[in-house]
């Protein structure tokens, strides 16, 4: 079985400061990793995601997360927010060789961009 | 945006009712899910389908049945509405298992 834990519910940055959304799981398996995205009032939108390969994987608004196996933590990072990035983002995991990608998710966390 | 509808999207009840959600997808995707979303336990999994009448259960699912007799649908019941079960559900697709899941757009089920 796996769990999640996002340590922080609430977010609040300026616009243009970096931020680091946390973000540790457990599994006894070996795990795919993701970030999802959830505007108000929309469903959850893939932001990225590690399945294999290189640690570092990128989103095509300037998201960033990595893989650390030995930290077993998946942060989000982004350089520079903007107001548009304001949404609640949810880290989840899935088992690899499980069949159908069960996602186990964290409790979220609030990003809020102050002017 | 993947092909995902759900019917209805917003609903009232009253607690002890059946109560039908249902999932339909245009991208005859194999793999169809169905999860809650309730503050402070972002979302979790409640069951789900790898084929034509094949489903299992997830994390949740006590008090919730499903089907899935064709690809294109899939439909979660609570045989008898419960006020616990407010909450706003999500259906997602998925092609293969390691594919990227689409969520549906959400029913708000409020049990009274």
């Known amino acids: 079985a796996q769990s999640v834990t996002q340590l922080d519910s609430q977010v609040p940055v300026f616009e243009e400061a970096p931020v680091e959304l946390r973000c540790n799981y457990s599994s006894s398996v070996s795990v795919y990793l993701f970030w999802y995205v959830q505007y108000p009032n929309q469903g959850l939108q893939l932001l990225l995601k590690y399945l294999s390969g290189s640690t570092l994987v990128e989103s095509i608004n300037g998201f960033e997360a990595e893989f650390n196996k030995s930290q077993t933590s998946f942060h989000l990072r982004k350089p520079s927010v903007h107001i548009s990035d304001t949404a609640e983002y949810f880290c989840?995991?899935?088992?690899?060789?499980?069949?159908?990608?069960?996602?186990?998710f964290g409790q979220g966390t609030r990003l809020t961009i102050n002017p | 945006d993947a092909g995902i509808t759900q019917s209805p999207r917003h609903k009232v009840t009253e607690t002890g009712t059946p109560v039908t959600l249902r999932c339909h997808q245009t991208e005859n995707h194999r793999y169809m899910y169905w999860y809650r979303q309730d503050p402070g336990h972002g979302l979790r999994l409640i069951h789900y389908s790898y084929g034509v009448k094949d489903t299992d259960k997830g994390e949740v699912s006590d008090g919730y049945s499903v089907s899935r007799s064709k690809t294109e649908d899939f439909l979660l019941t609570l045989e008898s509405a419960t006020s616990s079960q407010t909450s706003v559900y999500f259906c997602?697709?998925?092609?293969?298992?390691?594919?990227?899941?689409?969520f549906g757009p959400g029913t708000r089920l409020l049990v009274l």
């Open positions: 989840a995991v899935s088992g690899r060789g499980q069949g159908a990608q069960k996602l186990v």
């Open positions: 997602a697709i998925s092609g293969t298992s390691q594919e990227t899941q689409y």
